[in-house]
């Protein structure tokens, strides 16, 4: 992924069988939750490039999230602030080489930041 793409797309859901179920049979989506986040089941299509997650509606999410891949989440998070938008969730940690954050355009739209490497070095 490079920075700018779309790589991630979260689903809120109520019933999570239920849903994956609906979007399994709908899109033939495969959807398993990976180790260590058995309470996030994933999605991916089936051209197995596109995915993201089935996660809890609660509180402000209740609307599907897209999530865009950036060099850098705290320049990014400099770059919302400058441009008159809000960091609604600062980065925080998905593991040892990834990390997350949301903010909220001047319009109130939401969107996610992932910013992941592929070695803890």
């Known amino acids: 992924m490079a920075h700018g793409d779309i790589t991630h797309i979260d689903i809120p859901v109520t019933d999570k069988e239920r849903a994956k179920g609906f979007y399994s049979g709908l899109f033939g989506w495969q959807i398993d939750a990976p180790p260590g986040f058995e309470d996030y089941p994933m999605w991916r299509a089936p051209n197995q490039i596109s995915g993201g997650g089935l996660a809890p509606r609660d509180g402000g999410f209740d ?54 490497t592929t070695d803890a070095g």
């Open 63 to 116: 609307q599907p999230r897209s999530y865009v891949e950036v060099d850098s989440i705290d320049d990014a998070l400099a770059k919302v602030r400058e441009l008159g938008g809000a960091v609604l969730m600062e980065k925080s940690e998905i593991s040892p080489t990834s990390w997350w954050a949301v903010l909220e355009d001047p319009d109130g739209n939401r969107i996610g930041l992932y910013e992941g």
